[in-house]
């Protein structure tokens, strides 16, 4: 039978369309509009999250019992802190599946992530600095968490000019990939610094399975504040995202006429 | 405790607003360089336009694979 059985074709033609749905959206052609529909809806929920949680921790929140006003630094400072690992830890799960599965979408993501990550440590460690001047007595110790952040702050700054430096686009992801898969060893010591080592800084106050060493106000201000820390990060990376597929494609395009 | 916060902050001051105006300034850099960053790639965009078909610039997104 020429043409073979046409109901196998239509079968095959819709799994082949299945199949196209599912990988449509990591082509970064297709999946820059989608990112545009998305931002309003990080971006907007970002904005009224950070106002209610500074909200609720300026207003609602009492003293604390030990340092009175100055832990009112925890609202920016524990959320700051835990998106710079989060994102790390993202940054090198999207580098390394760019590079084992030629993704070139999610080698982007790694880089647009790389950005926000930095600036979230950045942020966890100055702040961390005024709250230690006035609670410990210095701006900076040699502490296992502080060096271990300032680790990740380098690390950050390592995969940011590694790709700067490196010229052409998948060298730079394969490059950049490599830094952070190997980086990813120091969040479990970042996590774990404060109960393996004796360090002036103090212990976890949210813990998984445990129960929070801070009251109710307190844990909600703290919360709201991860959650505004969360969108926002999407947003950004996402607008980030956005600037690098259109850099990257006009590169190509240029590539394109000159017949490379 | 509705009444607006003591400014002093018991002494803190320094270090709480400190604190928070540095987030701050970092979010505004971040989203402000954001900003800055698409706008330089749209008049680039325009530069070639000029030059390119505006088809040709976008069919050219699919066929970059290394």
Known sequence: ?260 | MMNWPDLSMGGYGFYIWGSYLVSLVAIVWEVVSLKQRKKAITQQQQQSSNSVPASVLRGSINETTS
Request: aromatic share 14%; charged share 10%.
């Open chain 1, 1 to 260: 039978m020429a043409g073979g059985n046409p109901n196998k074709l239509a079968i095959r033609n819709r799994k082949l369309a299945i199949n196209m749905n599912l990988y449509k959206y990591a082509s970064p052609a297709t999946f820059y509009p989608l990112a545009g529909k998305m931002i309003p809806w990080f971006a907007i929920p970002a904005a009224l999250l950070f106002a209610t949680g500074l909200f609720v921790g300026f207003f609602i929140a009492p003293p604390d019992f030990q340092q009175g006003e100055a832990y009112r630094i925890i609202f920016i400072h524990v959320p700051a802190a835990w998106m710079g690992m989060l994102l790390y830890v993202l940054m090198a799960i999207y580098a390394g599946v760019g590079w084992a599965f030629n993704a070139r979408l999610s080698s982007m993501m790694a880089s647009s992530l790389a950005v926000t990550g930095a600036m979230f440590t950045a942020i966890s460690l100055i702040t961390g600095a005024f709250w230690g001047k006035p609670t410990w007595g210095t701006w900076w110790v040699w502490d296992a968490r502080m060096t271990s952040t300032l680790i990740l702050m380098f690390l950050y700054i390592g995969f940011i000019s590694l790709q700067a430096a490196i010229d052409d686009p998948r060298r730079a992801d394969r490059a950049g990939a490599v830094l952070a898969l190997v980086g990813v060893i120091n969040i479990p010591i970042i996590y774990f610094s404060v109960q393996w080592w004796n360090t002036l800084h103090q212990g976890a106050t949210i813990r998984i399975l445990q129960k929070p060493t801070i009251r109710g106000s307190m844990l909600a201000a703290l919360l709201i504040m991860l959650a505004a820390c969360w969108l926002y990060s999407v947003a950004v990376v996402l607008i980030r995202l956005r600037c690098i597929i259109l850099e990257r494609e006009q590169n190509t395009s240029r590539f394109a006429e000159v017949g490379v």
